[in-house]
């Protein structure tokens, strides 16, 4: 299995937002703020307008979760772009949209949601972190930041088909490959240095020109599963 098909079996499992007893207004807000993900929103009303305002998370039929409609409105606006990569009070919900497909984010959302991902493995100090640039030219912009990495107990791998000369470096791995699934994926993924918990990954697609689907996970087994295929995939060609 390719990062394509993983993002494309991922893309199959559309969830469903539900909001209960909620005016008009609040339901347009959910439909806007989840409009480039793979959810649908919905609203119903219950006979009797009890429990009040609240909203259920559900996956082929089957509930996942439920919340107030007040809590999730918090959770929109203090989580970050990536919504959930963060720690959060609102981990129950967040857990649940784990995997789910964002559609034609922009490069900046997509930055946004990887320096999430480098700032996690910065506080942990330690594991193996693998990205993915596209292309050497976008490698040596973010030089600085993958060198500072490197240079903490972090094993640093990144990825690049060759547009360029490689770029002059100490402190991770450089892997330059000539294949297409790395010159159209976006990826970052940490390994939380073995702890489940710690573990989250990025992973993007460009369908469009600088538009990217795909997903971010927390999930321990798509996280290993993204960096196994990443080491049996592609040998280190240069240190």
């Not at 494309?8 to 439909?31: I, P, Q």
């Not at 030219?137 to 490197?150: C, D, F, H, Q, W």
Request: hydrophobic fraction near 35%.
């Amino acid at each position: 299995m390719s990062l394509s098909e993983l993002i494309a079996g991922v893309e199959e499992h559309e969830k469903t937002l539900t909001v209960f007893n909620s005016d008009a207004g609040v339901v347009a807000a959910f439909r806007e703020r989840f409009a480039d993900r793979n959810v649908t929103v919905r609203t119903e009303s219950t006979p009797s307008g009890r429990p009040g305002e609240f909203a259920t998370l559900s996956e082929d039929g089957e509930v996942l979760t439920a919340t107030s409609v007040t809590d999730l409105q918090r959770m929109i606006e203090e989580s970050d772009v990536a919504l959930g990569l963060s720690d959060s009070p609102y981990q129950p919900l967040l857990n649940h949209m784990d995997e789910t497909m964002f559609t034609s984010w922009s490069i900046d959302q997509m930055v946004a949601a990887s320096k999430e991902i480098e700032d996690r493995a910065w506080r942990v100090g330690e594991g193996s972190l693998h990205a993915g640039f596209q292309y050497l030219s976008t490698l040596r912009g973010e030089l600085p930041v993958y060198e500072r990495l490197g240079s903490k107990d972090l094993d640093v791998h990144a990825y690049a088909v060759p547009d360029e000369d490689p770029p002059d470096h100490e402190e991770f791995t450089l892997h330059i490959e000539r294949a297409e699934e790395i010159e159209k994926s976006w990826f970052v993924v940490f390994d939380g240095n073995g702890l489940d918990e710690n573990k989250c990954a990025l992973l993007g697609e460009e369908r469009g020109p600088r538009e990217f689907y795909g997903f971010w996970t927390y999930g321990a087994d798509t996280v290993d599963w993204i960096i196994d295929h990443l080491d049996s995939t592609y040998g280190v060609l240069e240190q």
